[in-house]
């Protein structure tokens, strides 16, 4: 199963960052990230077995409390991959030591894992362009987060179907 370990957004912010994709189409092209999907990785683990994945679930469970804010105000472009995406301007120190501290564990129980250099960001468009300058300009997304998420990705000719598997206790 392929798996990741990640954010997750409160629906009010997920309806919204949605809505801002909805708006970047017209300028970006490609296909709308679905709400429901809406996610900020922390590390992608890829695929894993059973006996993996019931390790990162006992993990993920008793994992201590991860607290932090986020403010969403720069739209990005991965290029290669045709992804466009909102971030923080200034990545908050403490999301960047914990994502460091989580991938050290991560390590600590051989697991391979991405990213090696963590940009954090949300995804909201694939297979999309740049957008022209004028649409670079956004409002600023407050979030607010407590728990840290195991996540199944299962691929099909619709798009990606996730399910949450475990979570940290907030």
Not at 61 to 77: I, Q
Not at 96 to 118: E, K, Y
């Amino acid at each position: 199963m392929r798996l990741f370990i990640a954010l997750l957004p409160d629906d009010a912010l997920r309806k919204r960052l949605g809505a801002l994709s909805e708006a970047l189409e017209a300028d970006c092209g490609g296909r709308r990230i679905a709400d429901a999907n809406i996610h900020l990785t922390l590390a992608f683990l890829g695929e894993q077995d059973a006996t993996t994945s019931a390790r990162l679930r006992q993990f993920v469970e008793h994992y201590p409390p991860v607290n932090g804010r986020l403010v969403l105000d720069t739209l990005g472009v991965f290029t290669a991959p045709g992804i466009v995406w909102i971030g923080p301007g200034q990545p908050p120190q403490n999301l960047l030591l914990q994502q460091a501290a989580l991938s050290r564990q991560l390590s600590d129980m051989g697991l391979a894992h991405r990213p090696s250099h963590f940009r954090p960001h949300v995804s909201l468009r694939r297979r999309a362009m740049a957008p022209a300058a004028q649409a670079l300009s956004v409002d600023k997304f407050c979030w607010s987060y407590t728990s840290i998420h195991l996540i199944q990705s299962s691929l099909s000719h619709e798009g990606s179907h996730y399910t949450l598997l475990a979570s940290s206790k907030a």
